[in-house]
């Protein structure tokens, strides 16, 4: 079989994904390495997976099983791989996927028990390290909340390792109208905050129910009316002489509390 060239125009369309106007438009993204190709066979999104001579050496079962399961496979020249991918050594496996994020009307309809709900997160590493902390622990969703970073950015779908295919995450411009939607339901809403009246040590009540935690952007935190839209406000107790911990870290403690607590015999 020839491996198709960078200049293939199925490659070159596949390329112009790492983009997000063409994510928009075609309503398509690229899913790079094994871990998040994997996951994205297993919830059939994949709508051509394409391969380079040695990642078919490597992944064998994965690109045999992709095109067992009728999933379009292409073997692709290193050249191409190379600018399919978006590391500096790329894995020579990229799928073109779906688009994953799923109406907030949806996600609410489940009946979730716990939400993260990242508000106007800007640093794609981060959005996929906080979905895939939201995975691990078990939470119902996330809700980007405001002016985002799209889930579908390459570094954002990397971080997230295959877990942006498995919880499910949806967008909404308008906070307000994010947050009515949740209180609305009747979901307490927790914001972390510095200074908040409940210590984390002593939310366990509070944490037993549907609970939606919002965690700030990364550079100023949640802006003073959001966090005083909360129904209580959270600080994390910090033993040591750091100032503040970063939103993943942050995102994770209080998700893991919220676990520790749902998941009690």
């Keep these: ?41 297993e919830t059939g999104r994949v709508r051509e997976l394409f391969y380079s001579a040695s990642a078919a050496t490597r992944e064998h079962e994965l ?11 292409t073997l692709v020249s290193d050249r191409a791989a190379q600018l399919l991918g978006e590391t500096v050594t790329a894995p020579g496996l990229v799928a073109v996927c779906e688009l994953i994020d799923v109406p907030l009307t949806e996600v609410l309809a489940a009946s979730p028990r716990m939400l993260a709900v990242p508000v106007e997160i800007a640093e794609p590493g981060n ?25 579908h950015n390459g570094k954002c779908v990397r971080a997230s390792a295959g877990s942006l295919f498995h919880v499910p995450v949806a967008r909404h411009r308008d906070i307000s109208e994010t947050l009515d939607s949740i209180a609305a339901v009747g979901i307490t ?60 870290a942050a995102a994770a403690i209080c998700l893991y509390a919220s676990a520790r607590v749902q998941h009690a015999k």
């Design 127 to 151: 959005a996929g390290t906080l979905i895939r902390v939201a995975d691990a622990v078990g939470a119902d969703g996330v809700v980007l909340a405001g002016e985002t970073v799209d889930p």
């Design 189 to 248: 809403i927790l914001a972390t905050a510095a200074d908040g009246e409940i210590d984390l040590d002593e939310a366990d009540t509070l944490l037993a129910g549907p609970v939606a935690w919002l965690f700030g952007n990364e550079a100023h935190g949640l802006a003073p009316a959001v966090a005083a839209r909360a129904d209580h406000r959270v600080r994390i107790p910090i033993h040591g002489r750091a100032e503040s911990l970063n939103l993943a």
């Design 63 to 73: 690109v045999a099983g992709a095109a067992g399961s009728g999933v379009r496979t």
């Design 1 to 41: 079989m020839d491996a198709l060239s960078e200049r293939n125009p199925r490659v070159v369309s596949a390329v112009k994904l790492h983009r997000a106007a063409n994510r928009r438009k075609t309503g398509q993204f690229l899913a790079e390495g094994a871990n998040s190709v994997a996951a994205a066979l």
